[in-house]
C-alpha cells in the first residue's frame, strides 16, 4: 500500500510539473521541491508507523499492568490469610516456649542446690572421719572398742554415678530444648520479617486512607454549603409565601371594606341629592324654616350613624388581625416544622446517593480521559504554526468608545426608571379618578381594573400555585 502511494504521489507530481514547466523553467527547481516532498511523505510515514506500534506496545503494557496489579492484590489476600493464621498460631507457642523456659529454670536452680548441698555433706563427712581417726590415736583404744569405718569414697561414687545419670538426662533435656528454642528463633524472625512487610503495607493503606479523608472533609464542606444554601432558598420562599399569604388577605379585606365604602359613599351622595332637591323646592315654594331645620335634624342623625359605622368596622379589624396572629403562631409552625424534618431525611437520602454516584462516575470518567488522550496521541498530526496577533487597538479610540458606552448605558437606565415610576403614578391615579366618578355618578360597582405589567404573561396566581407544589414536594 506504501509504495502504490508513493507511485500515485510521484505520477501527480509529475504532471504537475509537466503542466508548469512550460511557464516557470528559469525560476523555480521542479525536481528539487519533488525529492523534498517525498522526503517529507516517507519521514511522515515512518512516524506514523512509530505512534502506532508505540500505541499498540503501550496497550499491550497496560494489559499486562492490570493482570500483575490482579495477582499482587490476590498474592496480598493470601499473605494476609497466612499472617492472620500465624497470628493466631504465635500466642499458644509462645506460652509453650514460657512454661518450658520456666520448667528449665525450676530444674537447673535444683540441679545446682543439689550438687552445693552434696559437696557440702562430702567435706563434712571427711572431717568427721579426721577428727574420729585422731581421737582414737589419741585414746589408744585395743579390740574393745569397734571402728566402723565408713566407706565415703564408695558412697560418692555411687552418687556421682546417679548424679552422672541425672546430668545426662538433663543434658538431652537440654539439648532438645535448645534446638527447639533454635526452631522458634527462625521462625520467630521469619514472623517479624513478615510483620515488617504488614507494616510498610499498613503504612501505604494509612496514607491512602488519609487521602481518602480529606476528600471526604472537602466534599463535607461542600455538602454543608449546599444545605446552608437550601435552607436559605427555604427559608426565602417560605416568608415570600407567608408575606404574599398576608398581603392577599390584607387585599381581600381591603377590597370589601372598598366596597362597603363606596357603597355608603353612593347611598350618602343619593341622600345629599335628594336634600338638595328638597331644599331647592322649599326655597322655590317659600316654605318655613321647619323643613330645613328636619332636614339639618337628619343630616346629624346620618352623621351619627357613620361614626358608629366607623367605630364598629374598626373593632372588627382589630379583632381579625388578632384570630390572624394565633393561628400563625400555633398551626402554621407545628406543621412547617414537621415538613422541615421530612425534607431534611428525604435531602439526607438524595445527598448520600449523589456522593455515590459522583465516586463511580469520577473514577470512570478518569479512566476513559486517560485511553482517550492516548488514542488521540497517537492519531494527532503535528501541530501548525501560530497565526500573528491581531493589530492593537489604538488607545485614544479606546477610550472614546468606553466612555460612549456608559453614557448610553446610563441614559437607558434613567430611562427605564422614569418610564415604571410613570407607569405606576398613572395607574393609582386611573383608580382614584374611576372610583371617584363611579360614586358621583352613581354607577354599579366593579373591581378596580389595574393593567398587569407586559412580563407577566401568566394567567392568575400560577406562579404561587407553582411555588406551593415545590413546596409540598419538598416537605
Known sequence: MASTTSTMHGRDVVTMVQTHVDDDNDNIDWCGLYKDTQAKY?????????????????????????????????????????????????????????????????ESDCRQEAE???????????????????????????????????????????????ESEERIHYQNQLEDLQNKVAEMKLKNAEL???????????????????????DNKEMKEALKQYRETLEEFRRVYESSYEEYEDIRKKYNEERQCRNEAEQYAKKLHHETEVIKRQSRILLCQDFGDERLQKALD??????RELLELKDETEKEVTSLKAEIELYKSSEGNIKIIKKNKELEEQNNSLENNLVQQREQYESLSKKYSD???????????????????????PPQNSKGFLARWKKKKARVSKTEEENTTTVKEDLHKKALEEMMSRIRDGRGLTGAKMRRPSCQDKPKDEAIDELKNLMVQTH
Not at 494527532?380 to 493589530?391: A, G, Q, V
Request: hydrophobic share 30%.
Open 42 to 106: 516517507l519521514t511522515l510515514k515512518g512516524l506514523s508507523a512509530k505512534v502506532a506500534d508505540t500505541y499498540e506496545d503501550v496497550f499491550v503494557k497496560y494489559r499486562a499492568c492490570q493482570e500483575d496489579r490482579g495477582k499482587l492484590i490476590r498474592a496480598k489476600t493470601s499473605l494476609e490469610d497466612k499472617f492472620e493464621d500465624l497470628t493466631k498460631l504465635l500466642e499458644p507457642v509462645w506460652k509453650e516456649y514460657q512454661f518450658l523456659k520456666a520448667k528449665y529454670q525450676i
Open 192 to 214: 517479624q520479617e513478615e510483620q515488617n512487610n504488614r507494616e510498610e503495607e499498613n503504612r501505604e493503606t494509612k496514607e491512602r486512607l488519609v487521602t481518602v479523608e480529606k
Open 371 to 393: 485511553l482517550e488522550k492516548i488514542y488521540e496521541d497517537s492519531k494527532r498530526p503535528p501541530p501548525p504554526p501560530p497565526p500573528p496577533p491581531p493589530p492593537p487597538l
Open 298 to 303: 337628619d343630616i346629624e342623625l346620618l352623621n
Open 116 to 162: 552445693k548441698y552434696a559437696s557440702k555433706v562430702t567435706k563434712e563427712n571427711k572431717e568427721l572421719r579426721r577428727k574420729s581417726q585422731d581421737l582414737l590415736s589419741k585414746l589408744d583404744l585395743n579390740a574393745d572398742l569397734r571402728v566402723f569405718e565408713i566407706d565415703i569414697e564408695k558412697e560418692d561414687g555411687g552418687q556421682q554415678n546417679e
